[in-house]
C-alpha cells in the first residue's frame, strides 16, 4: 500500500535524455540516454538496490535502480520479461566488478511498458525441460530470447551476409527461384505433395534445374532458398525446411567446381572471423573453432569402400559395404570423425545418385559427384558436373523412372546451346552446426520443422 502511493517523476533539472539502442550504449558513456527493453536478469540487493540486466536484441545493459526508484509498487512486482525504459547515464565500472562491456546505467528514472506475470505463469517456469525436452521446440518462440539462441540467430545472419559477400566478390548473380514446382529432382520418398489449384505440386527439394536455366541468361548464379525433404526419421542433421544455398557455373571442369566450393568455405570463414563482432560471436558459441586447412583432402568413393574395409567399419548383419552401394550415415560419420578434417568425397556410382550427375570420362560407371564431409556434422554439402548432353539425359531420366514432359524446359538447355557445367548445394543449418558447434541442425534455425513439427 506505501509503495502504491510513490509516483516517480523525472527532474527537470537533467539534461534530455537521448534514446539509444544498446549496442550504441559503450559510445554513449557519460551522456543521459533512454534505453528500453525487456528486463533479462534481475537481483535485488538490500531495499534500496535492484540490478536490472537490460535486452533489446542489440546488446545486454546493466542498470542499477537506487533507492525511491526501487520502493515503487512497479518496482516490487517487477518480473522477468517485463518491457521497461530506463534513463540515466552509462558509466564504467570500477575494477572488481563486473557487467556486460564492463559498465552500468546508473538509473535517475525509469517507466514500466508491461509487467510480465510472476508465479507460476513466469517466464522461467515455461522452459523447464527436464520433464520433456521437446517443451524447447514447443516454447520456442521463448527460447529464442536467451543468450545462447539469440547467439546463434545473430551469428546466423552474420553468416549468410558473408556468404552472400563472398558470392558478391565473384561476381555472382543471386536469384529467387521458386518453391512450388511440379518436378522431383532428389527422389520422390522424400517430396511434399500439394494440391496447386487441382494439379499436383510439390514442395521444391533444390533450386538446381531453374538455377541451371540462369547460367545462359546471368551467367554464374546462386540463391539462398529453402528447401523441402519430407524425413522420416528425427536425426540431428535432418529437417523437413531447410535453408538451402546453391550455386552454378557454366564452361568449368569438375576440377574448377572443387576449388570453387573449398574457396567458398574457406573464404566466408575467413569473412565472418574478419569481423570483430561475428568473430566474438563464433568463439562465445565455439571457443575452440579451428578455420580448417587448404587443400581439403579429395577422396574417391572407391577409396572410401577401401577404408571402410581397411577400419574394419561393417554393416549392422557383419558384412562390409561393397562398390555401387551408398554409404549411410553411420559408417560415413564414422570415417569423417576418424579423419577428423573435412573430406571432399567425389565420384559416386551413378545408380546411387541423381539423374542429372555427369559420368566421369576415366571410368562410366562413376560420377562427377561431390560431397563434402565436416567432423562430427557429416555431409554439408552436395555438388556435381551435370549432364550436358541431350540423349544422355533422357536416357537419366528413364533410369530412374522419371516422366521427361514436365521437365522440357530443363532439357531446352541442352538444346539451345549446351555446356559442360555444374554446381553444388549447401545446406546452412548443418553448416551452422559445425561454424557454431551445434549438436543438433534444428538449433540453427529460426523455428525448425521437422516430423510432428509445424508449430509455432
Ligand atoms: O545432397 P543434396 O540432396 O543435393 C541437392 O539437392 C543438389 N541438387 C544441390 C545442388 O547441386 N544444387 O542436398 C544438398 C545439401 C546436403 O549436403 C545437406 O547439407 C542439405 O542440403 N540437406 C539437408 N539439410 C537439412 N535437412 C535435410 N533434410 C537436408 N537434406 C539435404
Redesign the pocket.
Known amino acids: 500500500e506505501e509503495a502504491k502511493k510513490i509516483v516517480l517523476k523525472q527532474d527537470p533539472n537533467l539534461p534530455l535524455a537521448i534514446k539509444i539502442k544498446i549496442r550504441q550504449s559503450v559510445a554513449s558513456r557519460g551522456k543521459r540516454v533512454k534505453v528500453s527493453g525487456w528486463v533479462h536478469r534481475l537481483r535485488t540487493q538490500g531495499k534500496d538496490m535492484k540490478f536490472i540486466v537490460l535486452r533489446d536484441g542489440s546488446g545486454y545493459l546493466q542498470c542499477l535502480l537506487t533507492g525511491e526508484l526501487c520502493h515503487t509498487y512497479d518496482a516490487l512486482i517487477l518480473s522477468l520479461e517485463s518491457t521497461v525504459t530506463i534513463y540515466g547515464v552509462i558509466s564504467e565500472l570500477p575494477a572488481g566488478k563486473t557487467a556486460p562491456d564492463n559498465h552500468e546505467l546508473l538509473a535517475d528514472y525509469w517507466e514500466v511498458t508491461h509487467h510480465a506475470p510472476g508465479g507460476d505463469d513466469a517466464f522461467t517456469n515455461k522452459l523447464n525441460a527436464d520433464a520433456d525436452p521437446s517443451i524447447l521446440y514447443e516454447q520456442r518462440h521463448l527460447v529464442i530470447r536467451g543468450e545462447t539462441a539469440s547467439a546463434v540467430l545473430k551469428a546466423r545472419s552474420a553468416i549468410m551476409k558473408a556468404f552472400r559477400d563472398h558470392f558478391d566478390s565473384k561476381g555472382f548473380t543471386e536469384v529467387n527461384p521458386p518453391c512450388m514446382v511440379q518436378t522431383q ?3 520422390g520418398s ?1 517430396l511434399f505433395e500439394m494440391n496447386y489449384y487441382g494439379e499436383k505440386a510439390y514442395l521444391t ?5 531453374y ?1 541451371e536455366t540462369c547460367l545462359p541468361s546471368l551467367g554464374d548464379v546462386y540463391c539462398i532458398s529453402e ?1 523441402y ?1 519430407a ?1 522420416k526419421s528425427h536425426t540431428r ?6 535453408s ?1 544455398l ?3 557455373m557454366a564452361f568449368i571442369t569438375f576440377d574448377d567446381l572443387l576449388d570453387t566450393l573449398e574457396d567458398l568455405i574457406c573464404d566466408t570463414i575467413d569473412r565472418v572471423l574478419a569481423n570483430e563482432t561475428t568473430r566474438k560471436l563464433v568463439y562465445q558459441l565455439h571457443p575452440d573453432f579451428v578455420p580448417p586447412q587448404r587443400p581439403f583432402l579429395r577422396m574417391d568413393y572407391k577409396d572410401a569402400i577401401q577404408y571402410l574395409k581397411d577400419h574394419n567399419i561393417k554393416k549392422e548383419n557383419g558384412s562390409f559395404y561393397e562398390f555401387g552401394e551408398d554409404i549411410p550415415e553411420f559408417p560415413e560419420r564414422t570415417m569423417t570423425d576418424q579423419i577428423n578434417k573435412p573430406i571432399f568425397l567425389c565420384r559416386f556410382p551413378a545408380e546411387i545418385k ?1 539423374f ?1 550427375m555427369k559420368r566421369c570420362a576415366e571410368d562410366n560407371r562413376v560420377t562427377e559427384s561431390v ?2 564431409l565436416i567432423p562430427g556434422v557429416g ?6 558436373m551435370r549432364i550436358s548432353d541431350m540423349n544422355e539425359l533422357l536416357a537419366g531420366y528413364k533410369r530412374e523412372g522419371i516422366n521427361p514432359t514436365p521437365y522440357y524446359w530443363y532439357t531446352d538447355q541442352r538444346k539451345y546451346g549446351t555446356t559442360e557445367h ?10 551452422l552446426a559445425w561454424l557454431l558447434h551445434r549438436d543438433n ?1 534444428k538449433e540453427c534455425c529460426l523455428y525448425p520443422r521437422f516430423m510432428g513439427r509445424c508449430l509455432p
Open positions: 529432382v532428389e527422389g522424400t527439394q533444390t533450386s538446381q534445374l538455377l528447401s525433404r524425413e542433421r535432418h529437417l523437413s525446411e531447410y538451402h546453391e550455386a552454378e541423381a542429372y560431397d563434402v555431409e554439408v554439402v552436395g555438388g556435381s555444374g554446381g553444388f548445394g549447401l545446406g546452412v543449418e548443418r553448416f541442425v
